[in-house]
């Protein structure tokens, strides 16, 4: 018997750290994952009138370190995580495998032995996730590459217009007990035709050669549904959130492998896609993002679309209330830090929070069209002085960052603070070079003077 993970829950946090943390071995029956693509992009976003950056889809190889040396110390990985680093170095593409490869070993954990996994990925590092996910969930349990297909304005020159991204289907094993719903897709035009709706009835004699074709009393359901999927992605301007996935292509991906009541999860889940296709399918469902405006986003998806459901879902790991936030500060004070360090838009907390040498947060935030700045933030739930300010300034400068927000509660704020972040100056005569912002201003729907805030949707 397996165990149970508790359904209809949304965290925010590392993926890693919540499915090791919360969710049973084998407990969910399907999972699909959109993670970053390691696309070398800055993905924009608008909220409250604002354009801000809703992640730096880069990596860096130090970021990752320690993901790589867990996946290389697993027997079944070492082989593929040296190789990898011979091929390709120690460099950004390995830092994003190493990142991806730990935690689809623990997605293969929480997987039950009938369950499936979708890895939706693009042509950048498809076939080296295949790579690593023969090496997780071993070459027998791939199932499909399958090819979502669809159209977009062209652009570029001198190759053929990229309009597809890849999903890789594995299965945990090779048990019959695997959900698998048949889907169908409609006939070609000469098919219907020469036969119509009807059901085909083909047939072989005892030597293998095929009999004519006979036709059914029964209309047909169509053809088995192949790889390549055709179905028109978000348009950007209708996006609530970057890469945001159709509706369409989640409910495939669900009714072909999942049944009525099965758990599905998604460790990336964005704007909440996934929850709103299991939920519209009568699925229960978990769902983990580690950026404080994507959860947002989800609840406002869900209470736009599932009435009263909001109040029924458990919200882990992310503060509700002021009351909320210092208990997190004072029963972990690393996953108040994640927390704190985002809570602006276009803030992402540092993905290793040791060693950090004083920054717990970065962004980029437009200052105009195709001009950008950098942004740091420093967190600190405990007592707070001038000296902690001044300190903050000089590690701002050494990231080379062009502004600072140093995060704390309202009272821990003193005039001397103050006076030292004004002190600061400010970048371009317009906004300040460091500047306090509090939990308090946070929950009161404050925003800090940054950039975002002049620039409004075109």
């Not at 040791?354 to 405990?382: E, H, T």
């Not at 062009?402 to 371009?428: P, Q």
Request: glycine share 6%; proline share 5%.
């Amino acid at each position: 018997m397996t165990n149970q993970a508790t359904p209809n829950r949304l965290y925010f946090g590392d993926c890693l750290d919540i499915m090791e943390e919360f969710l049973p071995d084998e407990s969910v029956d399907l999972i699909y994952l959109d993670p970053p693509f390691n696309s070398k992009r800055i993905y924009n976003a608008f909220i409250g009138g604002a354009q801000w950056v809703a992640f730096d889809d880069t990596w860096r190889w130090y970021e990752a370190i320690d993901d790589f040396h867990t996946v290389a110390s697993d027997v079944s990985l070492a082989p593929t995580m040296e190789g990898l680093r011979r091929i390709l170095g120690e460099g950004g593409e390995l830092a994003y495998l190493s990142y991806m490869a730990n935690r689809l070993r623990e997605c293969r954990r929480v997987l039950k032995l009938s369950g499936s996994i979708y890895v939706h990925c693009d042509p950048t590092m498809s076939h080296y996730l295949k790579i690593i996910m023969d090496g997780i969930f071993g070459k027998k349990s791939f199932r499909n590459e399958i090819i979502w297909h669809y159209r977009k304005w062209s652009t570029g020159k001198y190759a053929f217009q990229r309009n597809h991204d890849v999903l890789l289907f594995y299965s945990r094993s090779d048990s019959r007990k695997r959900a698998f719903n048949q889907l169908y897709m409609p006939r070609t035009a000469s098919t219907l035709k020469r036969f119509g709706t009807k059901r085909i009835v083909s047939g072989y004699d005892e030597t293998g050669r095929r009999l004519p074709s006979q036709l059914a009393e029964e209309d047909s359901e169509g053809v088995r549904q192949d790889d390549v999927w055709d179905i028109a992605r978000v348009p950007p301007i209708k996006q609530l959130y970057p890469t945001e996935k159709p509706l369409a292509l989640l409910e495939r991906v669900i009714k072909a492998s999942s049944n009525p009541d099965d758990m599905v999860l998604d460790p990336f889940c964005g704007c909440g896609t996934t929850i709103h296709a299991a939920q519209n399918l009568g699925r229960r469902w978990i769902g983990i993002d580690v950026c404080v405006q994507a959860c947002k986003v989800i609840q406002k998806r869900i209470e736009g679309h599932f009435d009263s459901l909001w109040d029924e879902i458990e919200f882990v790991g992310m503060p509700k209330t002021l009351e909320d936030a210092k208990a997190l500060a004072a029963y972990d004070p690393f996953k108040f830090e994640r927390w704190a360090a985002s809570l602006v838009p276009g803030m992402e907390a540092n993905k290793k929070q040791r060693g950090d040498k004083g920054i717990d947060g970065r962004g980029r935030l437009p200052i105009s069209k195709g001009v950008f700045v950098d942004v740091v933030s420093q967190v600190k739930a405990g007592s707070t002085n001038p000296s902690h300010v001044q300190a903050f300034n000089e590690a701002r400068r050494q990231a080379r960052a062009e502004l600072g927000v140093f995060i704390c509660f309202e009272d821990k704020v003193t005039g001397g603070m103050r006076n030292a972040a004004v002190n600061a100056n400010k970048y371009l005569d317009k906004w300040p070079v460091i500047q306090i912002y509090t939990i308090e201003d946070y929950f009161a729907g404050r925003l800090p003077n940054l950039p975002m805030a002049d620039i409004a949707l075109p």
